[in-house]
């Protein structure tokens, strides 16, 4: 029965009941030790009614298994591994250690999402899961990407999660909060369950208790027990002693006052929850303690044995555990060792009962990273070399092994212990190119935590560790010394990383040398000098089957640079279908920022929306701060050219003071956007402020010297076109040199402004271009036209704009094209159909438009196919279809 906590009670009691219904809710109850999580559960359970129900559990000195707590919670259902799509299957089955699959962490979040679902699919499923916070990093990971992403199914996930010095992150899930109980509450606790206490008695125990329940039950009993036996009492504590310390010393009184065998067993217990009751009792015999001791502990209620041994509480196990002596623990620890087959449980027991650097036992912990490894579990890779380097005899090899184990945490998304790490290896080794890695590492970190610019200077100094002797090596430091400098606008670091690459010494013709050499032109086109490199080879390396992330990331950006958007949606599109295929999700949201401007830019404004939903869902998901603002700064622009100035506004004033000076092209694309803002309601002296920012900034030779023309317009339109033209100068260069038709269009639209020559408009409109850029050509051409009182032909110029942006949802553009025309016409004959759908459901009916099953769409977004089904009903009435096989026929593509 709980007490005290009717408002929680009703509000997960509600959760089933919607589960019952086809709804999906995820929940994580937190609060200090003892306040009423576990039991909030177990409540949650007893009222599952029909619902099938899997129980799972964190334990602290289990931290370092990979996959371990979701192995135990999915082990019954591992039958099922063959109705997943073969991938997930694969991963699932390569973290738990029953096949030589290598697994990526997201792929096992998604099967973890899929197994669930197919669970579920039967009858409602509640899962909850017990001291969260010590989940090993792989299991807890992939039950909260499994957690987030349930929409439509009859799934509740619990999570009770206690609070600790070490926090634990659970973006994007309802939280719960559990306070100490009311004064009331806890008296009526004590009352109940330890009825007797005098008053002075009562009055201790609800004051030490602070509303902790536990504490009020556990407090309560050993004082009630003390008061009839007639004990003499601990004196008073004096002071803030925290209340799980007061719960914590009741239950080692209580293991202390056992027989020394029952002590021991119980630590048995304690020190693996992973071994079955056969397991436990032979290690409890190597250490003078059989099955006969059980009984005591059993009989004070601190633990109950049915076919497994199961402690009251999680603070019962903690404290067996902490009340034993030092050579207590290791002597359990190594018989463990010697009775377990497992390898990777005896390799971390044989490291418990380890004092001493030993090379054996840091080789046993190196083969338990590199399986961990194949399985997928970046945390448990950086605990086992952590390890493994301690124990390390050769100080070369302990600085390899914790180098790799910096590398893992970082992958695993700790990129704190990955800093921390990265620091002492390069106080532990003089190999230059261990010392490399490292400094790349730490300027990867620094990129989120410091500038792009920071991340820029510390590449530089890791490529010149390794540029003579592994040159390939130094490619990819100095690919992410030009990527953050270029994204910091920092100029002198792109162009000597680009004199760097080109003095490598690559075996010609190599892909190496190929990004090298194209890569080295990045410095040349970014100060205003297209002219020189080849450039446009980066992209027809993005193309190259097998080619890796970072060149097609490159290649994505140059694609922008050069004004080939086909060629950037091309590259890109590629870079995700192969990264939802493998994975590798990390990788989206850079993916899906290059797709999102192309689109953008190309006047695709659906698309591109539909790119960052995804993108700054993921991105917020994986802690990348820097990159989701980034993002946002798209959004700015997007808002601004469909006419959201509230959305636009307030999202500039978000990402700005994250942007400026740190992110130089972030920064640069969000003041477009307002410029745009301006531009389009006719306010063009702020316009041109704004725009001006852009075209003069650290980014303005990037792909937004495309801004130029906006700039020119704001000018005109203000009545000084002179200060413009070294900026149409700049951009007629570019455009020459690049050769795009869009770059060519562009060229002519600021000469035609600035000339007053309607020779230009007609050439702008002759050379095809993206279709906003078409519209606002059209739009400036038939002002042009009525101004000269050439109505027909300015109706016609100014009614094709006002279509055009009516079909790309332009709604300012669109009020100025009809405030010139002086009357609204008919709405255009074609229209966007998806204009009126989220951005999933877009991503849903592309898919199912192109033939794939909810099963396959799924497995492509991460989603369980009954939400996807459910995303299907949401978009049909919006459509205006009743069947899939309509959407082939809308044209969705």
């Known amino acids: 029965m709980l007490v005290g906590r009717d408002g929680e009670r009703t509000h997960v009691e509600r959760l ?55 192995h135990l919670l999915l082990y019954p259902h591992l039958d099922r591994l063959d109705v997943l799509p073969a991938p997930q299957a694969a991963a699932l089955r390569g973290a738990f250690g029953l096949s030589d699959d290598t697994a990526t962490p997201f792929l096992i979040g998604a099967a973890t999402l899929t197994l669930l679902a197919e669970l579920a699919a039967e009858k409602p499923l509640l899962c909850v899961v017990d001291d969260a916070q010590w989940l090993d990093r792989g299991s807890s990971d992939a039950l909260l990407f499994a957690a987030r992403r349930f929409q439509a199914d009859p799934v509740v996930m619990l999570f009770a999660v206690r609070d600790t010095a070490v926090p634990f992150a659970t973006p994007g899930i309802e939280e719960l909060r559990l306070t100490r109980l009311s004064a009331d509450a806890a008296a009526g606790l004590l009352d109940d369950r330890s009825p007797g206490l005098t008053a002075p008695m009562r009055a201790r125990v609800l004051e030490e208790a602070d509303g902790n329940p536990l504490a009020v039950l556990e407090l309560g009993a050993a004082r009630l027990a003390a008061q009839r036996e007639g004990r003499a009492e601990p004196a008073h504590q004096v002071g803030p002693l925290p209340v799980t310390r007061r719960v914590q010393d009741a239950f080692r009184a209580q293991i202390t006052g056992l027989p020394p065998a029952s002590q021991a067993i119980l630590l048995v217990a304690a020190a693996d929850r992973l071994a079955g009751m056969d397991t436990v009792l032979r290690v409890a015999r190597a250490v003078g303690a059989d099955t006969a001791d059980l009984e005591p502990a059993e009989r004070a209620g601190l633990i109950s044995v049915t076919d497994e041994l199961t402690f009251r509480h999680p603070l019962v196990r903690a404290a067996a555990y902490q009340c034993a002596t030092h050579h207590q623990r290791i002597a359990v620890h190594r018989a463990f060792a010697e009775a377990l087959t497992t390898p990777d449980r005896r390799a971390w027991h044989l490291a418990a009962a380890t004092t001493e650097p030993d090379e054996e036992v840091a080789a046993e912990l190196e083969r338990t990273a590199l399986r961990a490894e194949r399985r997928g579990g970046a945390m448990a890779v950086s605990a086992a070399y952590d390890r493994a380097g301690r124990l390390s005899v050769d100080p070369e090899r302990k600085a390899r092994r914790i180098a790799k184990a910096a590398l893992a945490a970082y992958d695993a998304g700790k990129p704190d212990r990955a800093a921390r790490l990265a620091v002492e290896v390069t106080s532990l080794t003089t190999d230059p190119a261990v010392i490399a ?20 200077a510390l590449a530089a100094q890791a490529a010149r560790l390794v540029a003579d002797s592994d040159p390939e090596r130094a490619v990819v430091m100095l690919t992410e010394m030009l990527c953050a400098g270029r994204d910091a606008g920092a100029l002198t670091s792109v162009t000597e990383g680009g004199r760097m690459l080109a003095g490598l010494d690559l075996r010609p013709g190599s892909r190496s040398r190929l990004a090298a050499d194209a890569l080295s032109s990045w410095g040349a086109l970014l100060s205003g000098q297209p002219e020189a490199g080849p450039l446009r080879a980066v992209l027809e390396i993005g193309h190259l089957p097998g080619e890796d992330v970072m060149h097609r990331v490159v290649a994505g950006f140059s694609g922008l640079m050069l004004a080939d958007d086909h060629a950037t949606i091309a590259v890109m599109d590629t870079m995700v279908a192969e990264t939802r295929a493998t994975g590798a999700l990390m990788w989206i949201p850079y993916a899906q920022e290059i797709l999102a401007f192309a689109h953008a830019l190309r006047g695709d404004f659906l698309t591109a929306q539909t790119c960052l939903a995804e993108a700054v869902a993921l991105g917020t998901e994986f802690g990348l701060d820097m990159e989701v603002a980034v993002l946002r700064s798209v959004s700015v622009w997007l808002a601004a050219v469909t006419g959201d100035q509230t959305r636009c506004r307030a999202l500039a004033a978000e990402v700005l003071p994250v942007l400026e000076n740190r992110h130089a092209v972030g920064t640069a694309m969000t003041h477009w956007g307002l410029g745009l803002l301006d531009l389009a309601a006719g306010r063009y002296a702020t316009a041109f402020d704004a725009l001006h920012l852009v075209c003069t900034g650290p980014a303005r030779y990037d792909f937004l010297i495309r801004a130029v023309p906006d700039l020119v317009e704001a000018a005109v339109r203000d009545g000084d076109p002179g200060r413009v033209t070294e900026h149409i100068e700049a951009f007629d260069h570019w455009a020459a040199h690049v050769d795009s038709p869009v770059a060519t269009a562009l060229s002519h639209r600021c000469h035609a402004m600035v000339e007053d020559s309607e020779k ?134």
Do not use: C
């Open 760 to 893: 230009r408009y007609r050439a702008a409109l002759d050379v095809p271009a993206g279709p906003f850029d078409e519209a606002r050509t059209r739009l400036l051409y038939g002002e042009w036209l009525r101004r000269r009182r050439r109505r027909g032909e300015a109706r016609t110029e100014l009614t094709a704009a006002l279509a055009g942006f009516a079909r790309l949802g332009a709604t300012t553009w669109e009020a100025r094209a009809a405030s010139e025309l002086g009357e609204r016409p008919v709405e255009p004959a074609v229209v966007n159909v998806l204009k009126d759908l989220t951005p999933q459901e877009v991503q849903v009916v592309r898919l199912a438009a192109a033939g794939l099953s909810n099963k396959e769409i799924g497995a492509q977004l991460f989603l369980s196919p009954r939400t996807i089904g459910h995303h299907l009903y949401r978009a049909y009435p919006k459509l205006g279809v009743t069947k899939r096989i309509e959407l082939a026929q809308l044209g969705l593509g």
């Open 16 to 70: 089933l009941r919607d589960a019952s219904s086809g709804s999906s809710a995820a929940l994580v109850v937190r609060g200090d030790a003892g306040i009423g999580k576990s039991a909030l559960l177990d409540h949650a359970v007893a009222g599952a009614g029909d619902m099938r129900v899997l129980r799972g559990v964190g334990i602290e000195s289990e931290a370092e298994l990979a996959f371990g707590a979701l």
């Open 437 to 456: 890695d490292m400094t790349l590492l730490r300027g990867q970190i620094e990129y989120e935590r410091t500038s792009p610019e920071a991340d820029a």
